[in-house]
């Protein structure tokens, strides 16, 4: 279409240039007097041989495309496509121009500083210093290595480095997962997970970076950071869609070991759950006429040990999700319950754990300010019973310098039962690379 | 008596020549109201003829792996400042930077194997969706060739009223 404005403006140049050279000047009259007759006929041939090449070039464009002139009746019902190139390549060599193959590596960092009111130790996780007031720590580095095997088989590994006490460092192997993807009714994936408890631990995983808040509700902590939901584990699981039309139904199908070993909260030991293999069944549906709307739920049972009580202390272990979330037009909400329940097998003895989060945010340009409240019951005499009675509000910003660089601020208020409220300020500095 | 003359004759041929370029101007402007239509187009081996909306962002968002025959979906898209892009980004409702955070995400969860590639032509559109049969892409309608498929949306093509890719 450039080729044909430029042709007709290269016409219309020329005939003016040629008019204007036809156009005698007052010296040279003398010796070129065409008649008036002559040069009028002259310049009507010009603009008649405009006007038939201007149609000619319209009905050109009318040929490649269609005319929507009359919007209420269909103009086009079949579209007229152009001939292929004949210069394209084949395509096995264009299949391997836009192939992706090899290891493809990304990685998450942040650096943190927090500063709590209170000395009570407490807790310290990715390498914040219990007991202390404040201070910078590194928190997790985490490197994802992601392959693609074939058409429906991939690989993914995240490795992450985390702090320690003292700034030691350690490595975990957080997932290494081989997903098979028959279709989209079932995709298959073995290996270490992170299990399907609710949404939050299959959305935002370990990476901060993700996440809106600067660290992720009690609830949702990961196991190894003291949090109270078996988040890992080594198995197998499905997902997939389930036909459903518009109503957009899907399922999660988990079957493996978790294992969890879990530091208490007041930093006193740390409880070796020693779980049998768990079995996780989740459903969520995300309906065609609510865009980023998913309401689901699941449920998760284990067996698992308590060795407080005694070595061969076995009770069940039975945790229900259920959760709404809504991520639309820059807003985010999440709200997630849960009810953990723990039944002793030689006795009648059940520990009820209830505990919930809501979290909303809004996006305006660069900035997500956000509001986060959370709460966590836990059944005193249970093997959950260092974490106690914590509840509170959260209130931050995510400000995004650059699509691969932000900065978090946060302010926790958390009444805790039978301790002094405990307020901090977390900073964080998050980057993908 | 010569120079009133020579004076109408140029002004004829001024008019002439605005007469000539508005004509132009507005052929280009119908033009351009044209290219705005962008087309969902397959591989042309793919038999799917029409997709609903929400099937669309569901594609595009990389929600659907595969198409009804079992055929893995191979997304393409146009890369930053094409018009197709825009539309995309319309379709999934995200700015530039939720839509690069978004896919980032969606590779971490382990929901794709990596970011749609984004071609830099329509050209390179065509061969990508002529080289894998399962590829989808959205291309400006007026740039649709052979081994290019349209496919309908919600029922209608291009151009048509109510067509939902403006």
Redesign the interface.
Known sequence: MNYNRTAILLLLVASLSHAQDAVPSQGDRSERDPSEHEMIQQLVQQVKALQEKVAALESQRRVNAPSNTDATSPSVSTPTPQPADNDAPPPFLAQELHELRGFQWQGFGEVDYKVLNQRIPELGTYGFVPGSTGNFYTGDLDLLLTSRISDKASVLAEIVIGEGDAQAYNIDLERMLFNYDYNDHLRVSFGRYQTGIGYYNTAFHGGNWFQTSADRPLVMELSDDGGVLPTQAVGLFSTGSIPSGKLGLNYIAEYGSSDTIRPELNGHGVTDENNGNHTNIGLFVRPDSIPGLQIGGSIYHDRISDFAKGPDIRLGQTIVNGHVVYIWHGVEFLSEGFLIRHAYEHSSRVYNTPAFYAQISKQFHRARPYVRYQYINADQGGILDDVDLPYGPSFGVRYDFTDSIAFKTQLDHTVRKGEPDLNGLHMQLVFKF | M?TR??VV??G??VA??LA??A??GA??A??N???M?V?VVVNDKNPVTNV?T??L?KLFAG????WAG?L?VKL?VRAPGAYERVVLLKLL?MS???Y??YW??Q????DA??EP?A?FSN??Q???L???P?AVALVN??D?????K?VKVDG??????AYPLN
């Open positions: 010569q003359l020579i004759r140029v004829a041929w002439i020549a000539g370029m004509s132009i052929a280009v119908q033009t109201a044209v290219a239509v087309a609903t929400a099937q962002r929600e659907k792996h595969a079992g893995t393409f409702d530039e930077s939720e690069k955070r980032t995400a590779v971490f969860r382990g194997q990596a590639v071609l050209g390179m065509k061969e990508a002529i080289a894998f399962g309608f007026q649709v060739k052979g081994g290019m349209v209608r093509s291009p151009g048509e009223a």
